[in-house]
């Protein structure tokens, strides 16, 4: 089993920064890549940004310039630093992983979600 752990969401102005933390812990044998998507009231989930093992990156085109992924192999840990926020961005923000379990196969794990909300 695997867990994802999210942290870090909460209530910001426009304009303010906000970093999300997910730590992956369980029977892991490595973390292909990580990432973050969002949803938001009414939405269909979207991506926001992911992050390989060997840090390639790719973001929403309504992030770019505005929010960085980061990753630490070592703790198993993704981090999304939110700078410029704007209204538009409050969503509940969900942790992803694709990896390989200590059994062998492929799994895309989901955290439980935190909630992002812009707004002055």
């Known amino acids: 089993q695997v867990q994802l752990v999210e942290s870090g969401g909460g209530l910001v102005q426009p304009g303010g920064s906000l970093r999300l933390s997910c730590a992956a812990s369980?029977?892991?044998?490595?973390?292909?890549?990580m990432g973050w998507y969002r949803q938001a009231p009414g939405k269909q989930r979207e991506l926001v940004a992911t992050?390989?093992?060997?840090?390639?990156?790719n973001y929403a085109d309504s992030v770019k310039g505005r929010f960085t992924i980061s990753r630490d192999n070592a703790k198993n840990t993704v981090y999304l630093q939110m700078n410029r926020l704007k209204p538009e961005d409050t969503a509940v923000y969900y942790c992803?992983?694709?990896?390989?379990?200590?059994?062998?196969?492929?799994?895309?794990?989901w955290g439980q979600g935190t909630q992002v909300t812009v707004s002055s």
């Open positions: 992803t992983a694709l990896l390989t379990g200590l059994d062998g196969y492929e799994y895309n794990y």
């Open positions: 369980g029977r892991i044998f490595s973390i292909y890549s």
């Open positions: 992050v390989t093992s060997g840090d390639s990156t």
